[in-house]
Every structure is written in structure tokens, then in C-alpha cells.
């Protein structure tokens, strides 16, 4: 079935660090990618989507290109902040002409340290 | 526009109890799901509707879970009888048309059986 790999955390880093947090995926066909991120107590919000081959998704300094040839989804930030400590989710979905289930990944544990 | 509302926040309730968990959608999504997170386990999507009408409830555990959207503005997942291994948060989502839009996710119940 389709799944979604991540790296495990927690992943610490200073402020100002760059971010990189890996995503790979497995299914039959072209899914749509997503990112989501979850802070303490709360729901998750999309960050970022991106729905079809090099499509980058961009959201509050961060990015993510789908790459068909490594299946792969990474997630990126220049200079993380703060308030950048989170779970970070990727998920991958078949829109399939109506709404469906979105599969997710572990989740990665971030922080940023100041 | 107040998101999706899920309630109650927190439940705590005794094994072999009744459990009903609520949620009310974004107004004019056509798609509510309904999913568990737990440590061990991470996001698993138990069932979805479309339109009020499910469509894939395969990710539900067992029969003692069920869930219903009795109209475009209510959903209920309930747990008969509830058993320890069955605390988590449950988190309720909705969206409009295809995946590719993302969804939006509630607060989340967070459950414990005792």
C-alpha cells in the first residue's frame, strides 16, 4: 500500500540554522504531497501542498519540491526561528475525482534552540 | 469562519464505557474524516465521508467503533464498550472537493480509558 517515510527525531538545531527534514514516498501512481505541521496541543495546518512532478510548495520561508525520479518530498527552511518548534508531517494523498484520506508519515519532532 | 469544532476536549471515562465524540464541520466542505494519533502508532485515518455518506471505513479497528454523519454539519464517532488500548486524540477533519486543496483539521478529543 502507499506510504510515507520520514527522518526520525527529534531534530535540534539553533536559531538561524538551516532546516532540511526528509520525506520519501511510496505508491502506485502520482500522489499529491503534502507538509503539515502541528504545534503543542492544537490540530495540524497545512503548510505547504504541491500536487504534481518539480511543483515546488512554498508557505512562511519554507519549501518542498516533488520529485517523481527519487519519490522524495523534502522539507526546507533557510533560517529557522523560535517559533518554528513543531511536528512536522508529511503526507501524501489520490485525489481520484472526489476527496480521499490523506496518508502521513511519523512525524518529525522539531526544535529550535535560541 | 470558526474552523472545525470538535468536543469535548478532553475525556477521561472508565473501560467498558460509552464514548461519542463530536465534530462540526467547516461550513460548505463535503468531506469530514475522522483520525486516531497515538504515539505508537502516529495518524491513522479510520473512516471518511463524502457528502454525508461513507466511503472507506477500513481503517476503523474493530466493531466497537462507528461512526455517523447524520447531515453536512454533525459527525459523531462513537466507542462501545471502550477499552484502554483505545486512548488517543481523535482528530476531525473537513475539506472542499479533491485532496489537493488540503484539509482542515479540528483540535482534537484527547481520550483516556482508565
Known amino acids: 500500500g502507499d506510504s510515507v517515510t520520514q527522518m526520525e527525531g527529534p531534530v535540534t538545531l539553533s536559531e538561524e540554522a538551516f532546516l532540511t527534514i526528509n520525506c520519501t514516498y511510496t505508491?502506485?501512481?502520482?500522489?499529491?504531497l503534502f507538509w503539515y505541521v502541528q504545534y503543542p496541543g492544537e490540530g495540524l495546518q497545512l503548510l505547504l501542498k504541491?500536487?504534481?512532478?518539480?511543483d515546488k510548495g512554498s508557505n512562511k520561508g519554507f519549501e518542498a519540491t516533488y520529485r517523481k525520479e527519487t519519490t522524495s518530498f523534502h522539507l526546507e527552511k533557510g533560517s529557522v526561528q523560535v517559533s518554528d518548534s513543531a511536528v512536522y508531517f508529511c503526507?501524501?494523498?489520490?485525489?481520484?475525482?472526489?476527496?480521499?484520506?490523506?496518508?502521513f508519515g511519523k512525524g518529525t519532532h522539531l526544535i529550535i534552540q535560541p | 469562519d470558526a474552523g472545525v469544532i470538535q468536543s469535548p476536549r478532553h475525556e477521561v471515562t472508565e473501560m467498558g464505557q460509552e464514548v461519542t465524540l463530536r465534530c462540526k464541520p467547516i461550513?460548505?466542505?463535503?468531506?469530514l474524516f475522522w483520525y486516531r494519533q497515538t504515539m505508537m502508532r502516529g495518524l491513522e485515518l479510520l473512516i471518511y465521508?463524502?457528502?454525508?455518506?461513507?466511503?472507506?471505513d477500513s481503517g476503523m479497528p474493530e466493531d466497537r467503533f462507528s461512526a455517523k454523519m447524520p447531515n453536512a454539519s454533525f459527525s459523531t464517532l462513537k466507542i462501545q464498550p471502550s477499552e484502554p488500548r483505545d486512548s488517543a486524540v481523535y482528530f476531525c477533519?473537513?475539506?472542499?472537493?479533491?485532496?489537493?486543496?488540503?484539509?482542515?483539521f479540528g483540535s482534537g478529543t484527547r481520550l483516556t480509558v482508565v
Open positions: 503526507a501524501l494523498s489520490f485525489s481520484g475525482g472526489g476527496a480521499d484520506g490523506l496518508t
Open positions: 477533519a473537513s475539506g472542499r472537493g479533491g485532496s489537493n486543496y488540503g484539509y482542515t
Open positions: 505508491a502506485t501512481g502520482y500522489p499529491s
Open positions: 504541491a500536487t504534481k512532478a518539480d
Open positions: 465521508f463524502n457528502n454525508n455518506v461513507p466511503i472507506d
Open positions: 461550513s460548505g466542505h463535503n468531506s
